[in-house]
């Protein structure tokens, strides 16, 4: 089966129309169409021939795609609908405008607040996954997406795992994950649990926050050696304006062992709370005070600027008393 991406364009898969490419893996083509019968956008994930022809991964792919289907949260991409038509294989989900991916590259690394906001969708998507058990094994900035309003949800929930499992069944080597962002524990060929996730998810906030990668190289045996001993450079050496709250975040994420990590996907959004809470404590101190008027917000103000005056009024009162008994006395 020798079928390409551009014979697909214009042809009925299923209930949905593709209409175009919009990307691609080494496992799949994204294809931009529309479900026929009403026309709702979507987008098209499609196996290419060389794995839809293998039967094994091909039901692999199908069965995640399924667990996948089930994990409904607000940060995670809904999947529509998951079938085969002739050769073709696919799962059609919801199609969004952008990703965090295309975002930097068009308008660089987002500001502090915005790159927290990321985070904490991001994690409240993988404490969901893990408290049933499903790790992601590919969070990268390709993988995150925005909706409309700007909520980031993750996408291809799944997919790692389908090649993990075809792998370990056939004992064909494939690689699974992206090499600049798998964990140490991923590099090593180790067992893998939620906190693999976060270690992916340093990466790309690590990415998000300097516009550059931790650790890069051409060979992917030098980039695993590199994931398994070398220490990122700190981010705020790439960017001084971030916070050292936001910077240790970012290297607890990248932390070697995974026990020197975040314990799980529940801790790091607790932690993420706490600085959102903090940040609009600030907030709302530095609105209040700007309504303060002028003399009360100079130095002095607050409870000693409030009752200054009538404390030194009624000290002059007692003062004048004093003077007429003693003046009377003489």
Known sequence: MSLEAEELLGRA????????????????????????????????????????????????????????????????????????????????????????????????????????????????????????????????????????????????????????????????????????????????GRPLDGRSDLYALGVTLYKAATGDLPFRSNDWFELARMHVEEAPEPPRNRRPDLSKRTERIILKCLAKHPDDRYASADELLAELDAVEQAGRRTESFGMAAARLPTDQRAPGAGILGKWLLPVAAVAVVILVALLVVVLGRR
């Open 13 to 188: 898969i299923g209930p949905f129309t593709v209409e175009r490419l919009i990307g691609q893996g080494g496992f799949a083509w994204v294809f931009a169409g529309r479900r026929t019968a009403d026309g709702t956008r979507v987008a098209l994930k499609i196996l290419k021939p060389r794995y839809a022809g293998d039967q094994q991964f091909e039901s692999r792919f199908r069965n995640e795609a399924r667990v996948a289907s089930e994990l409904r949260h607000p940060n995670i991409v809904r999947i529509l609908d998951i079938g085969k038509t002739g050769e073709v294989t696919y799962f059609a989900m919801d199609l969004y405008p952008g990703s965090l991916a295309s975002r930097l590259a068009r308008d660089g690394p987002p500001t502090e607040g915005d790159l927290l906001r990321i985070a904490r969708d991001v994690t409240s998507a993988l404490a969901f996954a893990h408290a049933g058990g499903i790790i992601h094994r590919d969070i990268k900035v390709d993988n995150i997406l925005f909706t409309a309003d700007g909520t980031a949800v993750i996408a291809d929930f799944g997919i790692a795992r389908a090649v993990s499992g075809y792998a370990t069944a056939t004992g064909v080597n494939m690689t699974i994950g992206t090499p600049h962002y798998v964990s140490p524990e991923q590099a090593q």
